[in-house]
């Protein structure tokens, strides 16, 4: 079986602010607003202080993926992330899982198994 073991997740939700017009978005960011879309209708979450937000910002401005994010969509997911913790050699998802999460590990580490 394939899987992904973590000890950190960091779940991502879209926030409500307002978006630029997609034609000014290139693919990959018209794809990442999709995604934060779907992920926003899930709802629910505790609010953020604005120290936690600046914290997170820092991180999340140094992983590439969320670098070539805009400011705003960074912030947005700063703000309503949530955070889960795994244990050692847990199983947190599995080849052909729908993918409603993407996970940015805080520490600790993960194996990919194919």
């Known amino acids: 079986p394939h899987r992904v073991l973590a000890n950190d997740e960091l779940r ?5 602010v307002a978006k630029p017009p997609a034609e000014k978005l290139n693919a ?13 209708r899930q709802g629910g979450h505790k609010a953020r202080s604005t120290l936690e937000v ?3 910002m820092q991180f999340v401005s140094q992983v590439h ?17 949530t955070s889960r ?3 050692s050699g847990q199983v947190i998802c599995r080849r052909g899982d729908y993918a409603d999460t993407f996970f940015v590990i805080l520490s600790g580490s993960v194996q990919v198994y194919l």
């Open 12 to 16: 991502a939700y879209k926030s409500s």
């Open 65 to 81: 993926p969320l670098k070539q994010l805009g400011e705003r969509v960074r912030r947005a997911l700063c703000e309503l992330a």
């Open 28 to 40: 990959s960011q018209a794809v990442t607003e999709r995604v934060f879309q779907t992920l926003a």
């Open 85 to 87: 913790v795994f244990e």
């Open 54 to 56: 600046d914290e997170l």
